[in-house]
């Protein structure tokens, strides 16, 4: 690939590259090349090769690198390569026996920046966070098509031109890329729990898989207990927390779609939704209200949508979030449990941990660290990508409540 067009760095980006940092921002080039997206081009620092990536004229992250292996051609078989590495990786470090619901490959994590494949029972649903992997499509439907067995389509659904590393929860209208038509809604197992999935307009790319193992602990969490489940979507928590024997549970969550999905949920688990609550509302008016109302609840969940959507929302989303935990722990009982979590990949560990110090200090309620998550093996971080850790999950309990008048 010596005709490759070459790009050099700034001076000192060399060593993170070859160290294994996948992106180069716009400003870090020493100038941009005039050439289409999706072009292939090698990195230089100097005369000395440092990475080989994708192109993108339109985003801030100018490339993304795909390989720092100068014998390494990018083509049918490196993306084959890829997918086939992804893959044997979950099988090794994902329980598989229960569930058919899994993230197969994770952009960065798994050394395709902006590429993400989430598998429902067979069908893969592709999102590209770059307008530079475009033109690599059918090289990675192909890839798809070729490495993983059994495969009955593949759901298209982009977000071309996203620059931010946080978990994308907006909505778009998929399309087949490869195979037949696929159900509306397709039916996933996960822990041996069903869900019904919209892998054509439901959120991210249908569902939230990067929660699977915190769905499956509350299910361990919730005997007996009456459960409130905040920004519910199509009730993921609240169906485990129903299976593992809840007394009752609340989910409320500001899209009616997601609510009546939620409900269709708990009729494909058996479970009575009549003997449940569920609210298409405004989660924080909700909170404010059973304060008033004096309500309080065993176990609440609290998983917001990203909180920072960039660097300079970081202070607001920050004290969002210890506006948003003093507000449920308002309403937890005596010995009860919060999980709450932040899927804000710009909000460190450090700072969620603080928010949610903070805000159980302004409620007046004393809680003890039971457990602390982040996100599950199919998501992996590489240890030079930072950025790519986004999920926070803390299991905590209100073991002693004081003075509430602050």
């Known amino acids: ?60 992250i100018a490339v993304r690198v795909l390989t720092t292996d100068a014998s390494e051609t990018i083509d049918q078989a490196f993306f084959e390569r890829r997918v086939a590495q992804a893959l044997s990786s979950r099988r090794q470090l994902v329980d598989l026996s229960d569930t058919d619901a899994f993230r197969l490959i994770h952009g960065e994590g798994d050394l395709l920046p902006g590429v993400i494949v989430d598998l429902y029972a067979g069908w893969a649903v592709l999102k590209l966070y ?9 090289l ?18 982009d977000e071309v031109g996203r620059d931010d ?21 397709l039916t996933i197992l996960e822990r041996g729990a069903k869900f019904l999935v919209d892998v054509y307009a439901g959120q991210k790319t249908g569902f939230f898989l990067d929660q699977r193992e915190n769905r499956f602990l509350l299910r361990r969490l919730s005997k007996g207990l009456d459960v409130l489940n905040c920004f ?5 928590f609240s169906v485990n927390a129903a299976l593992g024997g809840a007394t009752r549970v609340f989910s409320v969550d500001q899209d009616a779609d997601a609510v009546a999905l ?19 509302g405004d989660v924080f008016e909700l909170l404010d209200s059973f304060k008033h109302e004096g309500r309080r609840f065993d176990l609440i969940v609290l998983d917001p949508p990203a909180f920072a959507k960039s660097q300079k929302a970081v202070e607001n989303a920050v004290a969002g979030y210890a506006s948003l935990n003093r507000q449920a722990l308002h309403l937890l009982k005596p010995g009860g449990l919060l999980c709450t979590a932040s899927c804000s990949a710009r909000v460190s560990p450090d700072a969620f941990f ?3 110090r903070e805000g ?29 850790g986004y999920l926070k999950f803390l299991v905590l309990r209100g073991r002693q409540l004081v003075d509430s008048t602050r």
């Open 262 to 280: 939620s409900r269709e949920n708990f009729k494909v688990n058996g479970l009575d939704p009549n003997a449940h609550d569920f609210l298409a």
């Open 354 to 356: 603080d928010a949610v």
């Open 1 to 60: 690939m010596s005709n490759l067009v070459k790009v050099p760095v700034k001076p000192g980006l060399g060593r993170h590259l070859r160290a294994g940092h996948p992106w180069v921002f716009r400003k870090a080039l020493a100038q941009a090349p005039k050439i289409p997206p999706g072009s292939v081009v090698d990195l230089v620092d100097g005369t000395r090769f440092v990475g080989r990536g994708y192109f993108d004229p339109w985003s801030a």
């Open 165 to 185: 590393a946080d978990v994308d929860e907006g909505k778009g209208t998929g399309k087949m890329l490869h195979g037949p038509e696929a159900p509306q809604p």
């Open 140 to 157: 990675i439907v192909e890839a798809l098509r070729k490495a993983v067995p059994g495969l009955k389509g593949v759901v298209g659904r």
């Open 232 to 236: 519910s979507f199509s009730g993921g």
């Open 360 to 388: 159980a200090y302004n409620a007046g309620v004393d809680l003890t660290l039971v457990e602390e998550r982040y996100q599950p093996p199919d998501h992996p971080i590489r240890l030079q990508f930072r950025e790519g």
């Open 130 to 138: 770059s307008a530079g992997l475009t033109p690599h499509r059918p």
